[in-house]
Structures are given as structure tokens and as C-alpha cells.
């Protein structure tokens, strides 16, 4: 008999915490806590204290996130910033909407931007590098700053999918001079609606961002430069501070049912698998995704949901200088082949081993 396992349940992330929930909506209603109140100050010394950076900045969206941080860095129009096309557009977006050229770069075999291909792209206009932390896995970033140092190039991360994810123990998010995280309601950690923070251990970065989402105004409510109304809601701030509070252990069911999908998917020689959970001590991924790289992806695809499994082709199936009409001309070998072959699985904390077994027992039949 078929199960019914959709890709997300959104659902759930209300229905297995009913009462905390209505409590702490009550509480913030009440309270008339609804714009710039102690819920954000206090979620975002959370999240600063965990990083352990200077500072955090709750915005509306983390693509909010990143056009603040990267205004906040000094980006000049016609700045060139390479990314890695293997992501979500907003990546790309956030440097058009500061006048910036967005310059597409290839990826390694991990999914995450290579090092190598960043080294083909680097140009006189070239000023900063935006790796993109990318399915809860950090970015080989010891090259990545290596470049950046030998070229004076300013790294702005987009860790939108990667809170809580490390390389050689530096979380996601630390490596540049600043960082923004998405809270969208399927991250790990998700508001019931947009929401997002930036973070950075640079003073004036931080400053400068604090007044550009909230209208350019400064602390006397003077506005002292031309912002944007980017401000992270109370209320969501306060269900963020409460999914907080039990973080470590969603990410460490993440890991589990990661190690489940590893250790009975590792023999199907049609399929590529992320790399396991403690497949290197370099890497702690936190698995916001599950995403492989499998033959006959879309019969794949079909079979699964004719067994009542949801999976997902991230971002209609294209990398972002795949879409024409943005006018991305180049090539990406690897990146172009990834998308022929990339399928993601479901991954969320709701999903008990018997999902994975039924999801891993009907992929094994599809190939046999």
C-alpha cells in the first residue's frame, strides 16, 4: 500500500507544537508587540551569541538580507560579483538591485561553487565573491579566501540554506564580512511566513545595515541615508526564538535520516549521493536538503510520486544564467549536466525511518 509523503509538510510545523504556538501569539498580541520590540533583540542576541559574531539583524528576507549587506560592504555600480549559478535567483538579484554585474561560476562535484572556476571569472571590474552556502553544506572556503586575499576581493555570503553548518569548525555564514540567512517556512529553521537576518562582525556593516532596513533612519530617528522598509516582524521574531530553543536537535535528525538515505541508497551505482554526515571532519552539514544526482531522473521522479513521494527539482529545473530572458551568457559545463541529473528527496524532521525506508525501498525497485 502507498504512503503519502509529501516533499514538505508544512502543516506540521504548526500542528507538532499547537499550543506553544497559539501561547506565544497570544502573548505577543497582547503585548501589542508588533514592530521593533524585545522579541527581535532577543532572537537576534540568540543568533549572534551561537555564531559567535558581533553583531545580527533581523530583516524582512534574507534576498532583503543580501542586498542590504552587500550596500552596507560599499558596492559600486558596475562592481562585478561572481556567484555560483547553482542557486536561487535571488543570489543574482540582490546584486542587480545594487547595480552590481552578477557573474555566473560553475560548480564542484559537492554542488557548492568551485574555487577553481572563481579564479577563471576574476576580472579588473571584479570586487567581490558571493559563495553560496548551499543544502546545509558550507563551501570549500579555504580556497575561496585565498583567492579573495590575493585579489582583494570582499566575500559577502549567501547562507540562506546553512544555519548551523561548519567547515574546519567556522560556521556557514563567519567567513566573509557579512552573511544573511533565510527563515522561510521549510528552512531548518522556518517563521510562518518571510523573514531573514544578516550577520557580521564588522561595526560599520552593521551599523549601516540597521539603518538601511528601516527607511535609512539612525538611532534619533533621523534619516541619515536612503534605505528600504526591510524590518524582521515581532511576531515572527518571537516564533523564530522559540524554534530556536530546540535547534541542535533538528539538525541532528537531519543528520540521522541523511545517514539513513546514505547508508541504503550507497550501493545503487545509477545514483550520486551528497556527501554523509561524517564523510569528512572538514565538513558538519546540516542537510537542509537532500539532494542527489540520479540516471533517468525524471522516471524517476514520476515512479516516486506514483508511490505518493513528493521530491523536487530546485528552482524550476534551471541554474540561474540558464534563464534567457536574465541574459547570463555562459557556459557551465558542470553545473549544466547537474541539472539534467539533480533530484531532491524529502528532508524534514517530521519524517520517521519507516518514510525513508518506503522512499529508499521504492527507489531501489525503480532501478532494478
Request: aromatic share 10%; with cysteine.
Amino acid at each position: 500500500m502507498n504512503r503519502a509523503i509529501p516533499f514538505f509538510n508544512y502543516p506540521q510545523i504548526y500542528l507538532s507544537h499547537k499550543k506553544e504556538y497559539n501561547d506565544l501569539i497570544t502573548d505577543v498580541l497582547s503585548r501589542g508587540a508588533f514592530i521593533n520590540q524585545k522579541d527581535i533583540t532577543e532572537f537576534e542576541y540568540d543568533i549572534a551569541h551561537y555564531l559567535g559574531v558581533k553583531h545580527a539583524i533581523g530583516v524582512a528576507n534574507c534576498t532583503d538580507g543580501l542586498t542590504i549587506a552587500l550596500k552596507a560592504a560599499g558596492i559600486q555600480n558596475g562592481d562585478e560579483v561572481i556567484f555560483p549559478s547553482h542557486t536561487f535567483v535571488a543570489t543574482a538579484e540582490a546584486i542587480v538591485n545594487n547595480n552590481g554585474i552578477p557573474v555566473p561560476a560553475d560548480i564542484a562535484s559537492d554542488h557548492t561553487i568551485d574555487p577553481n572556476d572563481i579564479m577563471k571569472r576574476i576580472t579588473k571590474k571584479t570586487k567581490f565573491i558571493m559563495p553560496v552556502q548551499l543544502n546545509g553544506r558550507t563551501s570549500n572556503m579555504d580556497p575561496i579566501m585565498k583567492i579573495a586575499n590575493e585579489y582583494n576581493l570582499t566575500i559577502i555570503e549567501d547562507s540562506a540554506q546553512s544555519l548551523g553548518a561548519k567547515y574546519k569548525g567556522k560556521f556557514a555564514g563567519t567567513f566573509g564580512r557579512a552573511s544573511s540567512f533565510s527563515f522561510y517556512p521549510a528552512k531548518i529553521l522556518g517563521a510562518f511566513g518571510d523573514a531573514g537576518i544578516i550577520i557580521t562582525n564588522d561595526d560599520d556593516i552593521a551599523q549601516k545595515s540597521r539603518f538601511l532596513k528601516d527607511h535609512g533612519r539612525n538611532e534619533k530617528n533621523e534619516v541619515v541615508l536612503w534605505g528600504m522598509n526591510s524590518r524582521l516582524d515581532n511576531l515572527q521574531a518571537a516564533i523564530l526564538k522559540f524554534q530556536f530553543s530546540f535547534f541542535n536537535i533538528t539538525i541532528n535528525r537531519r543528520r540521522a535520516i541523511a545517514e539513513l538515505y546514505n547508508n541504503n541508497l550507497k550501493n545503487i551505482p545509477q545514483l550520486t549521493l551528497p556527501p554523509g554526515p561524517d564523510s569528512s571532519t572538514d565538513y558538519f552539514d546540516v542537510f537542509q536538503n537532500y539532494e542527489i544526482e540520479a540516471e533517468n531522473r525524471d522516471g524517476l521522479k514520476s515512479h516516486l510520486a506514483d508511490c505518493g513521494i513528493g521530491t523536487l527539482i530546485q528552482w524550476s529545473g534551471k541554474a540561474v544564467h540558464q534563464f534567457e530572458q536574465l541574459g547570463l551568457k555562459v557556459s557551465l559545463p558542470f553545473t549544466e549536466k547537474m541539472f539534467t541529473r539533480c533530484l531532491m528527496l524529502p528532508m524534514h524532521v517530521y519524517l520517521s525511518d519507516d518514510d525513508i525506508y518506503y522512499i529508499t525501498e521504492k527507489i531501489i525497485k525503480f532501478y532494478e
